[in-house]
């Protein structure tokens, strides 16, 4: 299994829901991450977790907030989100221990449109 | 300040021709840089990788090359397919965070 499961594949939320984005992951990866994407942009770095603790956050607004459960799982939380957070969600995992052979691996994303 | 710089913005090939894609990079801690490959709706894809102590790596139709005195390094996609139509990221690592360039968007026309 090399996959990383993205859920749902598509948001629509008010911009004062309350809503959560789910990833998993079962190839034993210990680094998790959640990147941010526009249309006909780039990936950006939103949160990095290693070894279930958060070890990167990327200066992110707090109405984003991460959440890893487990070493599998990995939640992206919402709450009071602006029209200009509507992006592609993106969330990817590596082995975690591979130093420059560390390869990151990317889910389908989450097409979120805040309203 | 854009980190890793790529270009072109756009390219249009001819199906068996080459696809170059060339990026550039100033930051020296950078240890790791993977091309990634993605279609509209999707997540990006490894395509290939190479670390910064090899000049040149090559896995099947894709080759990179790497030249770490110049800080750049580039994407040669082969016999270029139809199939290979997408956007191509390139990217560079300094410990866990990748950082990306603005993508080219490859078209191979049959």
């Known amino acids: 299994d090399t996959e990383v499961t993205q859920t749902p594949k598509h948001l629509v939320m008010g911009m004062t829901n309350k809503k959560s984005l789910k990833c998993e992951q079962h190839?034993?990866?210990?680094?998790m991450y959640w990147y941010k994407q526009k249309a006909k942009k780039p990936p950006e770095l939103m949160f990095v977790y290693s070894y279930e603790k958060l070890s990167i956050n990327e200066s992110v607004p707090s109405r984003f907030s991460p959440e890893c459960p487990n070493s599998s799982l990995l939640n992206l939380h919402l709450h009071a989100l602006q029209p200009e957070d509507s992006a592609l969600y993106l969330c990817a995992s590596s082995h975690g221990d591979r130093g420059p052979n560390e390869k990151l691996f990317f889910g389908s994303g989450t097409q979120l449109s805040v309203l | 300040q854009q980190q890793v710089k790529q270009s072109p913005q756009s390219l249009i090939v001819q199906k068996g021709g080459i696809s170059i894609i060339n990026c550039a990079y100033e930051n020296t801690a950078f240890d790791y840089f993977p091309w990634y490959q993605q279609f509209p709706g999707k997540g990006p894809a490894l395509l290939i990788a190479?670390?910064?102590?090899?000049s040149e790596k090559k896995e099947g139709r894709f080759t990179i090359s790497f030249n770490k005195s110049a800080k750049q390094f580039s994407l040669h996609i082969m016999d270029s397919q139809p199939g290979d139509s997408a956007t191509y990221f390139c990217?560079?690592?300094?410990?866990?965070?990748?950082?990306f360039g603005s993508g080219t968007r490859l078209q191979v026309q049959p």
């Open positions: 190479i670390r910064p102590d090899v």
């Open positions: 190839m034993g990866h210990r680094a």
């Open positions: 990217a560079a690592r300094e410990r866990r965070a990748l950082t």
